[in-house]
């Protein structure tokens, strides 16, 4: 297989990925909008209330940025104040790992029975008169695209570990605010922080190792959660000052906890290998733990802090 191929297939299959992730997330989106609508109108001014409404919301519409954009847009109507709104983001952070989870079941025996999804997905979609039916048919086709996605990367991926010249690269990018930056504009084009994590999770289940091993890969999905907030930032152009408050609550408080894990991991050098590599025994697994991980605790660490984030960003 020459190198042209891999890198064509490998790019077929991140745009499958992609557009089966898109196709899932907005379906979710139109089945539990009016839900999402009314749970976000019931939120109070308990922080572990709302932490866990971010956390629901986002697991259920698979993508962070669409439950920032949507609590953006109510901080802009007044309906949400900016400390509840600081706290659904912090659990919009830890809700949106989910899609790393599912990415890294790709590494167990699962795989083909979530690819038939996308036939009995379309085949609802076609044959259903019912628009709940034709709309829950596509959701299940997107979670179908997103592993024949992942699929069509797999195998390109396992060709790549055996180009000394590619591997020798990969090994060589060690830097971690490259890595850093790496992540953070990867994620800023594509706008999903997740898609970023499933790609790194991909290359892991092939065996191919960024940054010679060790911390390096991590420093992509600290980055991954910075650019994740340029949907927000843009989604607040134009809108009240408290909407382009809540974008900005987002921003710092993604950056300081990326900031925080980067000094960890910077004077841990033995972080990964002495935890989660001690812990899960798949590669893919190790990385989307440490991506749950990562949200969690700065979430957990956040949390009583809530309004100096607020103050911090008038």
Same mark, same amino acid.
């Given at each position: 297989?020459?190198?042209?191929?891999?890198?064509?297939?490998?790019?077929?299959?991140?745009?499958?990925?992609?557009?089966?992730?898109?196709?899932?997330?907005?379906?979710?989106?139109?089945?539990?909008?009016?839900?999402?609508?009314?749970?976000?109108?019931?939120?109070?001014?308990?922080?572990?209330?709302?932490?866990?409404?971010?956390?629901?919301?986002?697991?259920?519409?698979?993508?962070?940025?669409?439950?920032?954009?949507?609590?953006?847009?109510?901080?802009?109507?007044?309906?949400?104040?900016?400390?509840?709104?600081?706290? *659904? &983001?912090? #659990?919009? $952070? /830890? @809700? =949106?790992?989910? +899609?790393?989870? %599912?990415?890294?079941?790709?590494?167990?025996?699962?795989?083909?029975?979530?690819?038939?999804?996308?036939?009995?997905?379309?085949?609802?979609?076609?044959?259903?008169?019912?628009?709940?039916?034709?709309?829950?048919?596509?959701?299940?086709?997107?979670?179908?695209?997103?592993?024949?996605?992942?699929?069509?990367?797999?195998?390109?991926?396992?060709?790549?570990?055996?180009?000394?010249?590619?591997?020798?690269?990969?090994?060589?990018?060690?830097?971690?605010?490259?890595?850093?930056?790496?992540?953070?504009?990867?994620?800023?084009?594509?706008?999903?922080?997740?898609?970023?994590?499933?790609?790194?999770?991909?290359?892991?289940?092939?065996?191919?190792?960024?940054?010679?091993?060790?911390?390096?890969?991590?420093? *992509? &999905?600290? #980055?991954? $959660? /910075? @650019? =994740?907030?340029? +949907?927000?930032? %843009?989604?607040?152009?134009?809108?009240?000052?408290?909407?382009?408050?809540?974008?900005?609550?987002?921003?710092?408080?993604?950056?300081?906890?990326?900031?925080?894990?980067?000094?960890?991991?910077?004077?841990?050098?033995?972080?990964?290998?002495?935890?989660?590599?001690?812990?899960?025994?798949?590669?893919?697994?190790?990385?989307?733990?440490?991506?749950?991980?990562?949200?969690?605790?700065?979430?957990?660490?956040?949390?009583?802090?809530?309004?100096?984030?607020?103050?911090?960003?008038?």
């Amino acid at each position: 297989m020459n190198l042209l191929r891999i890198v064509i297939e490998i790019l077929a299959g991140c745009g499958a990925f992609l557009l089966g992730f898109k196709v899932l997330s907005d379906n979710m989106e139109k089945i539990a909008g009016n839900s999402l609508k009314v749970l976000f109108n019931k939120t109070l001014e308990k922080r572990l209330v709302n932490v866990g409404v971010g956390v629901a919301a986002t697991a259920i519409v698979q993508s962070s940025s669409i439950t920032t954009v949507m609590v953006v847009g109510f901080v802009n109507t007044g309906i949400m104040t900016l400390y509840q709104a600081a706290a *659904i &983001i912090m #659990g919009a $952070n /830890i @809700g =949106t790992t989910i +899609t790393g989870q %599912i990415a890294a079941l790709q590494s167990f025996d699962v795989e083909l029975i979530f690819m038939l999804l996308l036939f009995v997905g379309v085949f609802m979609d076609l044959f259903s008169k019912k628009a709940k039916i034709k709309t829950t048919g596509l959701a299940l086709a997107g979670l179908g695209l997103v592993f024949v996605g992942l699929g069509l990367m797999s195998e390109p991926m396992a060709f790549l570990k055996n180009e000394p010249s590619v591997a020798e690269f990969l090994a060589s990018v060690n830097n971690p605010l490259l890595l850093l930056f790496v992540g953070a504009f990867l994620t800023a084009i594509i706008q999903s922080s997740s898609a970023v994590t499933a790609i790194v999770i991909s290359l892991a289940n092939a065996g191919i190792i960024i940054g010679g091993g060790g911390n390096a890969v991590l420093f *992509i &999905i600290l #980055g991954s $959660n /910075i @650019g =994740t907030c340029v +949907t927000a930032l %843009i989604s607040s152009i134009g809108a009240s000052l408290n909407a382009r408050r809540a974008s900005v609550i987002h921003l710092i408080f993604n950056a300081i906890g990326a900031i925080l894990f980067t000094v960890l991991l910077l004077t841990w050098k033995d972080f990964f290998q002495m935890t989660f590599h001690q812990w899960f025994s798949k590669p893919s697994t190790q990385i989307a733990m440490f991506h749950t991980f990562f949200n969690t605790v700065c979430a957990l660490l956040f949390l009583p802090f809530i309004n100096g984030l607020v103050k911090l960003s008038t």
